[in-house]
């Protein structure tokens, strides 16, 4: 165990579970998080608190549980036209995406973090860009996170390692690596602090966490609760 990472942390379930696995196989895990005028900005709030909760469950892994690090990025909320950066409705595009897609998000998002990584001596990324149960977005494809690895690896001139553990699971394989990682005490963590709801809702707790139970974000996190649920 002697790889450092920096870990980019949102406060939803896929990058606590990121965050788990990093902490599980790292000698030091730093995290960073971007506010970017994102419509649920309360993911923000939520941050603190999983890591809280973490540090608190798990003293191993406090142990090599590092520095978070916030990024203002609240240009890329102001040059964007989405319904993840504003109040419209979610809806199909003509090109397929939804329009929650924040076009070049996961693109910049690596490269400050790669930035923020070279400075602080980690050599390793780790991202919850999944390919198999997500919206579809370009920029969390197996070989754009490839891509962007040699990128930088290329600009920085120093071997940087993008890892994503989520890149062919479903969400149900989400919740059981957790489970695997954590046992009960992560799962519940996830549960109860972590957020997904893309309308920024916590009022509502079901089985599977709080959100609106509607958004795209909470029906593609309730389904894989549900199919976890009932398979474990
Ligand atoms: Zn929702």
Known sequence: MHDQALVLFSGGQDSTTCLAWALQR??????????YGQRHAVEMACRPQ???????AFPDWAARLGDDHVLDLSLL????????????????????????????RNLLFLGFAATVAYR???????????ETDS????DCRDNT??????????????????????MWLDKADTWRLAAQLGGPPLVELIREHTHTCYRGERGQRHPW?????????????????????AAD
């Open 26 to 35: 790292c000698a030091r895990v730093e995290t960073i998080g971007f506010a």
């Open 50 to 56: 999983v890591l809280g909760g973490l540090r608190r």
């Open 77 to 104: 909320g102001q040059i964007s036209d989405t319904a993840l950066t504003s109040g419209r409705a979610i809806e199909l595009q003509a090109n397929g995406l939804p329009n929650t897609f924040v076009p070049g």
């Open 120 to 130: 602080r001596g980690l050599s390793v990324l780790v991202g919850g860009m999944c």
């Open 135 to 138: 919206s579809g977005y370009p």
């Open 145 to 166: 996170l490839k891509a962007m690895q040699v990128a930088l690896s290329l600009g920085l001139d120093t071997r940087l390692v993008v890892e994503t553990p989520l």
């Open 209 to 229: 966490g709080y959100g609106c139970g509607q958004c795209p974000a909470c029906a593609l996190r309730q389904r894989g609760w549900e199919a976890y649920a």
